[in-house]
């Protein structure tokens, strides 16, 4: 096995454990949105209904007072969808590892070995 071939192997076992990870990380941060969710809905129907007022009245006074879980709802799911997001390129980085380590395979077969006849 070459040089190059041997960096691109490394690479690819490098950018599947980062995967291996991400997929852990995804897990964890799925879940930890879903709850942010479930915190902001649950405060904003509180807000609601203990608001008083007209319907648009009592929404404003809703959004206002679950601003701070509304907040922590949508960073929970912009963190989910950057996760995502890096698995996707890792992906890319494997695909393209593999085709280069292909492309190298082939080239290192149609050199010949180097041996003299």
């Known amino acids: ?11 690819l076992s490098q950018v599947s454990r ?5 997929t852990l990380e995804l897990a964890e941060l799925d879940e930890a ?7 902001f809905e649950v ?16 929404k404003h ?8 879980v509304r907040l922590e709802y949508e960073l929970a799911y912009a963190q989910h969808r950057a ?3 890096r698995m996707n390129t890792l992906r890319n980085q494997l695909s393209t590892g593999q085709t280069v380590s292909a492309a190298l395979r082939h080239q290192f077969a149609a050199e010949g070995t180097g ?3």
């Open 83 to 85: 996760c995502k997001e």
């Open 61 to 68: 006074v809703a959004t206002v007072k679950t601003a701070g």
């Open 43 to 58: 405060g904003y129907a509180r807000a609601f209904i203990e608001a008083e007022g007209s319907v648009d009245l009592r």
């Open 115 to 117: 041996q003299f006849t």
């Open 1 to 11: 096995m070459n040089p190059e071939q041997t960096r691109v192997i490394k690479r």
């Open 33 to 39: 949105a879903v709850r942010a969710k479930q915190a």
């Open 18 to 22: 980062m995967l291996d990870a991400a």
